[in-house]
């Protein structure tokens, strides 16, 4: 079971480095010499949450980076992390952070400027649980 987790945690590494890279779980799974499923399952009963789930969410966590900055555009920070339809991009990201990109790239987010990295990472980190809050910090 160690070696599970140890190679569970190669794939979510991977999936943390290679977030813009097409990633899909039959090839993480025979990375991790598991069949899909049980890379699923288990990957879940480790982390939390799906493969799928972990990766979407870095990739939502990466575009808001790209948004905030300012001079990247919805359709640029899509396929900079890894989404190739803008229309499940805007849906997930929605879900996530509980605003469309477009509302979440106009906002001004000069204030976050000012914060150390460490603390803007997790207070803008989207919600994995599929609902915004509806009291978000304003530093997201």
Same mark, same amino acid.
């Given at each position: 079971?160690?070696?599970?987790?140890?190679?569970?945690?190669? %794939?979510?590494?991977?999936?943390?480095?290679?977030?813009?890279?097409?990633?899909?779980?039959?090839?993480?799974?025979?990375?991790?010499?598991?069949? @899909?499923?049980?890379?699923?399952?288990?990957?879940?009963?480790?982390?939390?949450?799906?493969?799928?789930?972990?990766?979407?969410?870095?990739?939502?966590?990466?575009?808001?980076?790209?948004?905030?900055?300012?001079?990247?555009?919805?359709?640029? *920070?899509?396929?900079?992390?890894?989404?190739?339809?803008?229309?499940?991009?805007?849906?997930?990201?929605?879900?996530?952070?509980?605003?469309? @990109?477009? *509302?979440?790239?106009?906002?001004?987010?000069?204030?976050? *400027?000012?914060?150390?990295?460490?603390?803007?990472?997790?207070?803008?980190? @989207?919600?994995?649980?599929?609902?915004?809050? %509806?009291?978000?910090? %304003?530093?997201?």
């Amino acid at each position: 079971m160690l070696e599970d987790l140890v190679r569970l945690r190669r %794939a979510r590494d991977r999936m943390d480095r290679d977030y813009a890279e097409p990633l899909d779980v039959p090839a993480l799974a025979r990375e991790a010499h598991m069949s @899909p499923g049980h890379f699923s399952r288990s990957f879940r009963a480790a982390f939390g949450e799906t493969p799928y789930g972990h990766l979407s969410t870095r990739r939502i966590e990466r575009a808001k980076a790209l948004l905030r900055r300012g001079d990247v555009s919805v359709t640029e *920070a899509c396929v900079a992390v890894g989404f190739s339809s803008l229309g499940s991009f805007s849906s997930r990201f929605t879900e996530l952070v509980g605003e469309s @990109p477009s *509302a979440y790239r106009a906002r001004d987010h000069a204030a976050a *400027a000012a914060v150390p990295p460490c603390i803007a990472k997790s207070r803008t980190r @989207p919600v994995r649980n599929g609902k915004a809050p %509806a009291d978000a910090p %304003a530093l997201a």
